[in-house]
């Protein structure tokens, strides 16, 4: 039974990590892989898929196929960028926090509440309504506004591992809070973390695709949720235009959630068996 689940956990992880070389690779390559310039205007507008253009065209002529080949550049530095703030912000934050404890606990814990109950997508577009909607600002954004919840999971890793052995021991030695944080507490909490890196940045793509699709992301990016926008006035006469941006996000945020997954599986092993 062991065997099994621990096969299905590193089946689940491989399937996933595969996904995104693949995306990897299409990102890296993109002027390689897309037939077209993805803002050149072609001679034929709202074309439907066909041997010239894999995905049809788009409202004004521009290959559709060539322009999601591109969005995946967007998508994948949106998502891991804002992902890696996230955890950034939410390790510094949540490990002081289960450090120190005491007024300083209380205060980031309330934080913590306030961020709970405010939708983030909220946040996100009250700030990028403010302060405008360049591809910097939305991963900013995103990555300041989505670290809550990764501060949640350090600052109670931090709780259980200020009571261990080894670091009661790093503080009879003599060394600082500080120094016991960054070379005990945060190695050895960062496990879980990592695991929900790799959701954030499926919830990243998926931020920046509601932005792009009501008309707040950066117009000079081409991005997949930029291409569901465009395609909404096409639903029924140009079903293509969408529907593969549509599917390319559906596909990157599985595979996250397979890496995220299995991650979280293989550290938890009790986890695997439920």
Known sequence: MKKTTNKYIAKELTFGLIIVSLLFIVAVF???IA?????????DSLHPPSSAYIFGTDGIGRDVFSRTVYGTRTSLFVGITAAFISMLIGTIVGS??????????????????????????????????????????????????????TARIMRAQTKSLKERTFVRAAKLIGKSDFKIIIDHIIPHGISPVLSNAAMSVSGAILSEASLSFIGLGDPSSISWGQLINNGRQYVFSGWWVMTFAGLAIAITVFAFHMIGAGVDKMLNPSKARN
């Open 30 to 32: 993109a002027p390689k």
């Open 96 to 149: 002081l926090a289960g450090y120190f404890g005491g007024r300083l606990d209380r205060i980031i814990y309330e934080i913590l509440n306030v961020f709970s109950m405010v939708p983030s997508l909220f946040l996100i577009i009250l700030v990028i309504a403010f302060f405008g909607s360049n591809i910097r600002n939305v991963v900013l954004v995103i990555g300041l506004t989505s670290w809550s919840g």
């Open 35 to 43: 037939p077209y310039d993805p803002d050149a205007l072609l001679d």
